[in-house]
């Protein structure tokens, strides 16, 4: 016999994690996760920035929205700082006007420097490199597992349940019911969430919906010694307004990417040493760092829908199937804002005013666009 449930949510990362603590506080979730531990795939290998100058319109919404949870929290939510803030330089390269434009379009809040204000802040910057510069001093980093935890923790407080290794097997309409069959058992729910990641168009298949048309793209990252530069820790995070590389203090080291964005098929995503070979050349062509050898490197995927915007709403032709995917590279920052939205459309309710007012328009993330 099924358990039963009123929601339940596929996929713990951090979409589903926070939409679920959201639900959980008047109806009865359950998580199901097909890995063995929340946060496996993209949540956990984040690049942890907050940027709210980047993105498609509807995430630089839910971004700009979120600010006030990542520097003021609940009470009790966390037990650490969720954002440390880290300004961020953007750098014109040769040829880069147009992105400039794009960015100044789109942006708000950043300020022009001169090569020698870029150098005070980033003093391994390349004499000649930027052919203009630009300082967002509202970005920063982010504590990616601070902030799921507190999400979960949230969650289970709420009296809500996740069981890991409990892949959505089989999904079944059984009348006005979503039946799910998994190693864990067999789960009913009148609504089911799909906040499967990459996975989100296989879940969707599973349910008998039209998958939207997702692409997950690979991103890969390396990490690299800086010994003998002095105050490392404290330079911002830096990145070509073409978005072809980018780095960042980490540890007492420097992550760094070409910004790949290697389509792929949903799986366990791996760096590519090509890839990390591009962003460290990219980073020399840019300062006088040296680059030697390679600390560690990682892979994650970032997964799109066909415009770029996240997919937020219920099916408009299946009853009670809500898509919670295609956050890109943006689901992170734009995680508290996203999931209170997500969570008052599942519930029948309007997005919160201060995400209305921060630039959102609910045309451009529903599922009926497509």
Do not use: C
Request: a negative charge.
């Amino acid at each position: 016999m099924a358990d039963t449930f009123d929601i339940i949510v596929i996929g713990a990362g951090i979409a589903g994690a926070s939409i679920a603590a959201h639900l959980a506080e008047t109806k009865r979730v359950l998580i199901l996760e097909m890995e063995d531990r929340p946060g496996f795939h993209t949540t956990g290998r984040s690049a942890a920035t907050f940027e709210p100058n980047y993105g498609p319109p509807p995430m630089l919404a839910f971004t700009r929205a979120s600010n006030m949870f990542f520097t003021n929290p609940p009470q009790g939510f966390t037990d650490g700082p969720l954002l440390v803030p880290r300004s961020s330089l953007f750098f014109e390269a040769e040829g880069q006007e147009n992105f400039t434009k794009n960015l100044l379009a789109s942006g708000s809040g950043l300020e022009e420097l001169s090569e020698v204000q870029a150098r005070k802040l980033f003093p391994i910057l390349r004499e000649g490199y930027a052919k203009r510069t630009f300082l967002d001093p509202h970005t920063g980093d982010l504590d990616v597992d601070l902030l799921h935890r507190g999400y979960l923790k949230l969650f289970k407080a709420r009296g809500g349940q996740l069981l890991n290794s409990a892949a959505a097997e089989t999904i079944l309409r059984q009348g006005h019911v979503w039946e799910v069959i998994s190693p864990q058992g067999i789960f009913e729910a009148d609504i089911l969430v799909n906040a499967a990641g990459a996975w989100g168009d296989a879940v969707a298949a599973k349910a008998g919906v039209k998958p939207i048309g997702l692409q997950p793209k690979r991103r890969s990252i390396g990490v690299i010694p800086v010994e003998g530069i002095p105050g490392v820790a404290s330079f911002p995070m830096v990145t070509d307004v073409g978005e072809t590389w980018y780095a960042k203090p980490q540890s007492g080291k420097m992550m760094v990417s070409s910004a790949d964005a290697t389509p792929v098929d949903p799986h366990d995503a791996y760096a590519d040493d090509m890839a990390i070979a591009e962003g460290i050349e990219r980073l020399m062509n840019a300062t006088t760092i040296e680059v030697n050898n390679l600390h560690h490197s990682w892979g994650g995927l970032r997964t799109f829908a066909p415009d770029g915007a996240p997919v937020i709403g219920f099916d408009p032709s299946t009853e009670g199937f809500f898509w919670l995917v295609g956050q890109g590279g943006y689901g992170i920052q734009s995680a508290p804002a996203l999931s209170r939205t997500a969570a008052a459309m599942v519930l029948g309710e309007k997005p919160p005013q201060d995400v209305r007012d921060a630039g959102l328009v609910l045309a451009e993330i529903l599922p009926d666009r497509f």
